[in-house]
């Protein structure tokens, strides 16, 4: 268990829709990273927080949305879903320091159909 | 821009048969070199950081190593349980703290 939660760890929906994957970074961690990892592309980065605020950008499209809230949980906002969406998502977490080891939760699954 | 290439893509191992998975960066500014196991439908395991050429760390039947522009994971008489894919990742001193993965080794080892 790395300390890092994430939910759902499943979820369904419809193209089109809306969804928010929420994640609990590992107790004393102020730096929160978003990936998705699909079949064919691998994990890729999609943004980082640390400590509220936004700290790197990676491959996230404009309908993509995250935020780390005051007591530093984050959510991951996907809207006017597709089908390419489909991938599962991972949230991690470290201290914020170059470096530090980088946690990963058990990620949630989506699927869009 | 930074880049990660894992290789082989896929291995496939007797038990006890030893070998090394290769990772291959370009990255400016390498803050770190992190490898990773990852079982199917799970979140990455943290195995290994690197920070620096000529650097070795070891767990259980795996080392790693670094040189400036690779690094290795070798693996010693390796057990069916150590089937997983395997991702190697750097930090690069211009992308905040965020990792950029490489595509991954996928092992199994058969008994």
């Known amino acids: 268990d790395s300390g890092v939660t994430q939910t759902p760890k499943h979820l369904i929906t419809a193209t089109g829709q809306r969804v928010t994957l929420r994640c609990s970074p590992r107790s004393g961690d102020l730096s929160v990273y978003w990936y998705q990892q699909s079949l064919d592309q691998g994990l890729q980065f999609l943004i980082q927080y640390y400590n509220g605020e936004e700290r790197a950008k990676g491959n996230i499209l404009e309908r993509f949305s995250a935020q780390q809230f005051p007591d530093l949980h984050s959510e991951l906002n996907l809207s006017s879903l597709e089908l390419g969406d489909s991938a599962l998502y991972f949230c991690?977490?470290?201290?914020?320091?170059?470096?530090?080891?980088?946690?990963f939760g058990e990620g949630s699954w989506l699927t869009v159909v | 821009e930074d880049q990660v290439t894992q290789s082989p893509e896929a291995l496939r191992l007797q038990e006890g048969e030893s070998s090394s998975l290769n990772c291959s960066y370009t990255v400016s500014g390498l803050r770190g070199l992190f490898w990773y196991r990852q079982d199917p439908g799970k979140g990455p395991e943290f195995l290994f950081t690197?920070?620096?050429a000529g650097e070795e760390k070891e767990k259980e039947r795996l080392k790693a190593t670094l040189t400036k522009k690779e690094s290795f994971l070798h693996i010693t008489a390796p057990k069916p349980e150590d089937s997983a894919t395997y991702l190697c990742?750097?930090?690069?001193?211009?992308?905040?703290?965020?990792?950029?993965f490489g595509k991954g080794t996928s092992l199994l080892v058969t008994p």
């Open positions: 990742a750097v930090q690069a001193a211009n992308s905040g703290y965020a990792l950029n």
């Open positions: 991690a977490s470290s201290v914020g320091r170059v470096g530090n080891t980088i946690y």
């Open positions: 690197l920070y620096s």
